[in-house]
Nanobody
Framework: QVQIVESGGGLVQPGGSLRLSCAAS??????????MGWYRQTPGNQREFVAS???????NYTDSVKGRFTISRDNSKNTVYLQMNSLQPEDTAVYYC????????WGQGTQVTVSS
């Protein structure tokens, strides 16, 4: 059984930075071969894609975060990170981590609020 736990959210001023972590418990074998992604959701809106990283460490980003966010993974820790720089109020959302291996596994989310 795979469990996903996000952490690292909080309140930050515009222009600031946060690093989100996504820890996956369960089989390390699964994590090493899993496709990992970060998504975000605001009230009344659908969850949207933010960034992803494959088992080969190939990355993909939505246009609005390119050049500001960086996704990475540490297979030795079963953890994926999302470094977020130059945060703006429109980045405010609940951020979710997804592990994909035969099916999708989601975490409970972590709140990111960008406000002065």
């Amino acid at each position: 059984q795979v469990q996903i736990v996000e952490s690292g959210g909080g309140l930050v001023q515009p222009g600031g930075s946060l690093r989100l972590s996504c820890a996956a418990s369960g089989s390390r074998f699964i994590f090493n071969f899993a496709h990992m992604g970060w998504y975000r959701q605001t009230p009344g809106n659908q969850r949207e894609f933010v960034a992803s990283i494959s088992s080969r460490r190939e990355t993909n980003y939505t246009d609005s975060v390119k050049g500001r966010f960086t996704i990475s993974r540490d297979n030795s820790k079963n953890t994926v990170y999302l470094q977020m720089n130059s945060l703006q109020p429109e980045d405010t959302a609940v951020y979710y981590c997804k592990l994909h291996w035969e099916r999708d596994y989601w975490g409970q989310g972590t709140q990111v609020t960008v406000s002065s």
